[in-house]
């Protein structure tokens, strides 16, 4: 971008993107094969109905409703002040586009060190612990952007919200992390499980729908720094709720000893 200029530049960006997800749904479409062979027998009441209905609705256990409501405060609280990241960082706090690129590099960096290790660790320890230290993760990180002066405190909190983010147990946008999907599919029934993530996905995205305008609002009428402390509370608030609200299922195979 600085060589090419921001439009052309971004231009470019989206043809790579393009091209490497035309590669992507290839390959899943080649090599990906389905495990779940699907019954079309009606005996669990759930059958082969594209939507489901409201007493099917109603039947989901009540943890599946509390990780809605959870998700849907993480989800509000990240999306609130994430499209505004970068601008604020550049017009705030003077810093370059070499520089924020190298603050994309941390944040993936740290994302992808903490992947693998954290499915592993969640197998043996549970969904549940993982899940409470990535939120919190991305909340200190919210809070950090907040508190930074420049360029290094904002390395330390995008170091922070990749740590987070690579944990898995966190929700940006609709759909949460891996270790948040294994805690739904745990405690979702197992012959509507992918209906339930569905589920999750749409009534979290359509709620958290309005975060970017009333990030915005709060930006340009209140103050720049506002949309990342209304995060780091949101944050906070969904991880209190998860602690107090949510249990992890008896019979997951974390507990088991089964993984």
């Known amino acids: 971008m600085e060589a090419l200029g921001v439009v052309p530049g971004t231009h470019v960006g989206l043809m790579v ?12 479409w080649r090599f990906i094969e389905e495990t779940v062979k699907q019954s079309s027998d009606d005996s669990n009441g759930y059958g082969l109905a ?11 256990p009540s943890d599946v409703w509390r990780l809605i409501v959870v998700a849907t405060l993480s989800s509000f609280g990240f999306q609130i002040f994430w499209s505004f990241l970068v601008v604020y960082c550049v017009e705030e706090l003077g810093l370059s ?54 360029f290094v405190g904002v390395a330390v909190s995008r170091f922070i919200g990749g740590v987070g983010e690579g944990l898995g147990g966190n929700v940006m946008g609709s759909v949460g992390g891996p270790i948040w999907q294994a805690l739904v599919t745990d405690v979702a029934p197992f012959e509507v ?19 970017p305008v009333f990030g915005g609002f709060l930006y340009e009428n209140v103050s720049p720094q506002i ?33």
């Open 17 to 28: 993107t393009f091209l490497a997800t035309i590669s992507i749904v290839l390959i899943r």
């Open 50 to 60: 594209i939507l489901p209905s409201l007493a099917q609705v109603r039947a989901l």
């Open 97 to 150: 586009m070499i520089q924020w690129s190298l603050l994309s590099v941390i944040g993936n960096l740290a994302a992808a060190c903490f992947m693998v290790p954290s499915g592993f660790l969640s197998d043996r320890v549970g969904r549940r612990r993982i899940i409470i230290l990535s939120q919190l993760s991305v909340s200190l990180a919210s809070l950090g952007y907040f508190l930074s002066p420049g």
């Open 193 to 211: 499980r992918g209906g339930v993530l569905g589920l999750m996905g749409t009534v979290t995205g359509f709620l958290s729908m309005p975060a």
């Open 227 to 259: 949309v990342f402390i209304a995060s780091f509370v949101l944050g906070v608030l969904g991880c209190l709720i998860f602690t107090l609200w949510v249990k992890e299922p008896v019979e997951c195979p974390a507990q088991r000893g089964e993984a």
